[in-house]
């Protein structure tokens, strides 16, 4: 096979090209990007029979010397919004030490390197210190603890209380830890004092307070993504009324947030709220794609024209929370929370998979228009997205959301999908998946072998050559917790203390990486697409040829010649990504770790002309 890349006469290629979706789905929010560490802290809900539900109870939470945990509802509540308590009833006559201990999402990670807070509301009379310590399951030792100082009766009502900030003194030996909070007994013997809005943080990304986990965030950085969805997907829904995801429910004081039960079987704080979400996507440098709701919840209910008023009323609002300046009404209260500078949105996605669950006809006859009109008036520039096709207004610049899942062989199909896509607006595949091998087509993977991987790429490629449309393209999902979702793709899934990158994640990266802005026409003789996929680009300093190999030669017998027209260059630099065999999957440090390896080699050739040679029937190569 022998290419011949011209050196002009692409299209002009999105700047977005590869971006992530942001939803709490499997605890990729809560227990996930979420640094809070502590389940259950503000008893919201339960999500401990896999289906969320308002049900109220101490599940996380275990009793230490003698004393029983109660839910309770007694006043006063810590506000409006947080109803319930945990209760602890001491026994009279008790000496010893006395609290509970939380399981945490799967553990907790404990790193002598970090700097941890640990913190809790109470109500009722103690006097006398509480001891917070992290307890290795495993190895039956105290990792690192400090404690806090509380004096107070009860007639203070709801107290919080601060440990002093303190870095373990070991490291765990796994995630099989637990954190306890203990009192003395004595001074409690025989009554009973209530708890809420727990709180234990290790150091965030950024050194954010209710930021955001640094290991997963340092993964999504170095995905070196473009722009970032969210809130997005189902779980933005809401699985009937009235559970969507409100944004005014998800600011300002934790006590201020009642939180609700997630599509995705576990409640939602709302801890990881809007600005928090918009403060990670700026600490993470990368555009924002503001998923608003609909009118669609998942059940298939949808607000019916005459009442959808309020919930345009209310996206306005969020807009004007989020761009107004200090002098508007919305604008002042985000200046109030910390965040004096308006943030800049480009994009506003209206809905998601409008098109599933009867959403279609209210979609196009009213839904669609209803948000499109109201924010179209105050805000011309912002560019919104429908979530079907076609879009309900392609004639004014309306652009369109699709999202695409299948098996791998679906996803090498779609190769030239979008080389006669109508360029009539502006395309983003704002989830995709390669959820299965080959040809199977029942339930999903685990986990992305290299093979699903690779015709992710091949896909990719085809999106990357049709960029002046193509405009985002984001993987669903992007975050999932390892012990919950085993058995379904997500680029990272995590434990409480590791990260599992996926081929998946490591194709994305390579490709995000080394972006062109403008394509360039490839010409191929002795050979045409298919077991090599190419797509060819170019920006200011460099060209740019990506390669598949699907299923293809090795061995420099089989070498792809590439000549680069009107290049002088000797040198170039060969990144690829392969695995032993194309059912290499990776994994978790502790299970075995990566099978994939990334390579960077200088590739010596004459005046333009190099030789690529494949090493792997599966492998994926940047020149
Ligand atoms: O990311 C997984 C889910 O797939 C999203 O919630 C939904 O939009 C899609 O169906």
């Not at 997630?262 to 998923?291: H, K, P, R, S, Y």
């Not at 560019?383 to 098996?407: A, E, F, K, R």
């Not at 779609?414 to 395309?427: E, G």
């Not at 199977?440 to 896909?459: K, P, R, W």
Request: with cysteine.
């Amino acid at each position: 096979l022998t290419l011949d890349i011209a050196s002009s006469g692409g299209n002009q290629s999105s700047s977005l090209l590869y971006g992530l979706l942001y939803e709490d789905i499997y605890h990729s929010g809560d227990g996930g990007l979420y640094g809070e560490m502590l389940r259950n802290r503000a008893f919201q809900g339960s999500s401990s029979d896999g289906a969320a539900s308002l049900a109220r109870n101490t599940d996380y939470w275990h009793p230490v010397g003698g004393v029983s945990l109660a839910i309770d509802k007694s006043s006063p509540a810590i506000s409006s919004s947080l109803p319930y308590q945990m209760r602890m009833d001491v026994p009279a006559g008790t000496t010893g030490t006395v609290g509970f201990y939380n399981e945490g999402f799967w553990g907790f990670d404990v790193d002598a390197t970090k700097r941890y807070i640990a913190s809790l509301h109470m109500r009722g009379d103690y006097s006398g210190a509480v001891n917070c310590y992290f307890y290795s399951t495993t190895t039956g030792q105290v990792l690192g603890s400090t404690s806090m100082g509380i004096h107070q009766t009860s007639s203070a009502g709801w107290v919080q209380s601060y440990s002093a900030t303190f870095q373990p003194s070991k490291t765990g030996s796994d995630g099989n830890n637990t954190f306890y909070f203990t009192f003395d007994g004595s001074k409690l013997a025989g009554k009973s004092v209530y708890f809420n809005v727990f709180s234990l943080f290790k150091q965030t990304f950024d050194n954010r307070i209710n930021g955001v986990r640094e290991d997963l965030a340092d993964a999504l950085l170095n995905m070196n993504s473009k722009y970032i969805r969210l809130p997005g997907g189902n779980n933005m829904e809401g699985n009937s009324s009235p559970y969507e995801w409100k944004w005014n429910e998800t600011i300002g004081s934790l006590l201020d947030r009642p939180g609700r039960p997630g599509t995705w079987g576990d409640i939602n704080t709302d801890g990881f709220g809007l600005l928090e979400m918009m403060q990670m996507a700026q600490d993470l440098g990368v555009e924002v794609i503001l998923g608003i709701w609909a009118g669609l919840y998942l059940d298939g209910q949808v607000v019916s024209q005459a009442n959808l008023k309020p919930y345009v009323d209310s996206v306005m609002n969020e807009l004007e929370f989020l761009l107004g300046d200090k002098t508007t009404t919305y604008g002042a209260k985000r200046a109030a929370l910390g965040f004096p500078s308006p943030f800049t949105i480009k994009w506003i996605e209206i809905g998601n998979e409008d098109y599933l669950n009867g959403g279609t006809n209210s979609y196009y006859s009213y839904r669609f228009m209803a948000f499109y009109n109201a924010i179209h008036a105050v805000y011309p520039s912002i560019n919104l997205v429908s979530t079907i096709n076609p879009n309900p207004v392609n004639s004014n610049g309306s652009s369109l959301d699709l999202h695409i899942y299948g098996n791998e062989n679906y996803f090498v199909s779609l190769f030239n999908t979008f080389d006669q896509a109508s360029r009539k607006y502006p395309v983003f595949i704002n989830e995709y998946a390669a959820t299965n091998t080959g040809s199977n087509n029942i339930g999903q993977v685990g986990a992305q072998t290299l093979g699903m991987s690779c015709a992710e790429a091949i896909f990719l490629l085809g999106c990357e050559r049709n960029s002046d449309v193509i405009v985002g393209s984001a993987y669903g999902a992007l975050i999932k917790n390892y012990n919950e979702a085993p058995d379904t793709v997500a680029v990272i899934k995590h434990t409480a203390n590791e990260v599992l990158y996926t081929i998946s994640y490591y194709v994305q990266k390579v490709f995000a990486d080394h972006m062109g802005t403008r394509t360039l026409p490839v010409t191929a003789t002795n050979g045409g697409f298919g077991p090599v996929y190419w797509s060819g680009t170019a920006n200011s300093s460099s060209t740019i040829l990506k390669l598949v190999n699907y299923n293809g030669k090795t061995g420099s017998s089989n070498a792809v010649q590439v000549n680069v027209k009107g290049s002088s260059k000797n040198i170039a630099t060969l990144i690829t990504l392969t695995a032993p065999s194309s059912t290499s999957v990776n994994n978790l440090p502790s299970l075995g770790g990566e099978s994939s390896t990334i390579t960077t080699t200088t590739l010596s050739g004459s005046a333009g002309s190099f030789s690529i040679s494949f090493s792997k029937p599966y492998e994926i190569a940047v020149l």
